[in-house]
């Protein structure tokens, strides 16, 4: 791998960034001075430090964060966008939610720069399930059972899934599709409406109740097993 690309991967440089930094004879490579950002380095083996503090490589990251609401699942210079909760550094590793959630929609959203593992996690034939605690204007059991069984929607017919229900008006539903507005235009298809919608779980990565909203961290590497599993 070039070196300027291990050191733009780490995040604490931009490509271009990273290559002024190895001419200026601001970084080592296993002990020694270089200022070629082409020369080729070893990301398993290779000591790389940038201004004498050591740079490690990580391919990919994998985030969490408690999306708070008033704010859009996009990497477009939005100024609502999720991205911006993130730290400058993240911001340069080319990072993306995996999904999307509504703008008044809140809780675990997945971000990461692994397009592979992305793509089979939001790909139908792996009925990824997402739970999510709703709060609604009150609906009956004859409801709940039409909600599990699917409903022609107006450009779809919404799969058969999972809803429990605490009260009338409070519950959780688990779907494993990611239609635009799915889980508002279900209930809405049976004479209810969505006026709160957290999500909780995406496959088998549970929201950590220790984060409050807008506050991120770095999957755990049990939860990245997790998610990989699940994508494979």
Same mark, same amino acid.
């Given at each position: 791998?070039?070196? %300027?690309k *291990?050191?733009a991967?780490?995040g604490l440089?931009?490509?271009?960034e990273?290559g002024a930094a190895?001419r200026r004879g601001?970084v080592?490579?296993n002990?020694e001075?270089?200022r070629d950002p082409?020369?080729?380095?070893?990301?398993?083996t290779?000591? &790389?430090?940038?201004d004498?503090?050591p740079i490690g *490589?990580?391919?990919?990251?994998?985030i969490?964060?408690?999306?708070?609401t008033? =704010?859009v699942?996009?990497?477009e210079?939005?100024?609502?966008?999720?991205?911006k909760?993130l730290?400058?550094?993240?911001?340069k590793? %080319?990072?993306f939610p995996?999904?999307r959630?509504d703008?008044?929609?809140?809780?675990l959203?997945?971000?990461?720069?692994?397009?592979?593992?992305?793509?089979?996690?939001?790909?139908?034939?792996?009925?990824?399930e997402?739970?999510?605690r709703?709060e609604?204007?009150?609906?009956?059991e004859?409801a709940?059972?039409?909600?599990?069984?699917?409903?022609?929607?107006s450009?779809? &017919?919404?799969k058969?899934?999972?809803?429990?229900? =605490?009260d009338?008006?409070?519950?959780?539903?688990? &779907?494993?599709?990611?239609k635009?507005?799915q &889980?508002?235009r279900?209930f809405?298809a049976?004479?209810?409406e969505?006026?709160?919608?957290?999500?909780?779980?995406f496959?088998g990565?549970?929201?950590?109740p220790?984060?409050?909203?807008?506050q991120?961290r770095?999957?755990?590497g %049990?939860e990245?097993?997790?998610i990989?599993?699940l994508?494979?």
């Amino acid at each position: 791998m070039r070196l %300027d690309k *291990y050191l733009a991967d780490s995040g604490l440089f931009s490509r271009k960034e990273a290559g002024a930094a190895v001419r200026r004879g601001r970084v080592t490579v296993n002990g020694e001075v270089c200022r070629d950002p082409s020369v080729k380095v070893d990301e398993k083996t290779a000591r &790389v430090e940038a201004d004498g503090k050591p740079i490690g *490589y990580v391919k990919f990251r994998y985030i969490m964060l408690n999306k708070p609401t008033d =704010t859009v699942s996009t990497t477009e210079d939005d100024p609502k966008s999720v991205m911006k909760l993130l730290p400058p550094e993240y911001q340069k590793m %080319d990072m993306f939610p995996c999904g999307r959630l509504d703008i008044d929609t809140v809780g675990l959203l997945l971000i990461t720069n692994d397009g592979q593992t992305t793509h089979a996690l939001l790909s139908p034939k792996h009925h990824c399930e997402k739970t999510y605690r709703f709060e609604c204007l009150p609906i009956d059991e004859d409801a709940r059972l039409r909600l599990e069984g699917g409903l022609e929607l107006s450009d779809f &017919v919404s799969k058969p899934c999972k809803v429990s229900l =605490t009260d009338p008006t409070h519950g959780e539903i688990t &779907v494993t599709e990611g239609k635009y507005h799915q &889980v508002k235009r279900m209930f809405h298809a049976v004479g209810s409406e969505i006026t709160y919608l957290e999500r909780i779980r995406f496959g088998g990565l549970e929201l950590d109740p220790s984060l409050e909203r807008g506050q991120w961290r770095e999957l755990r590497g %049990d939860e990245i097993d997790t998610i990989l599993k699940l994508a494979k």
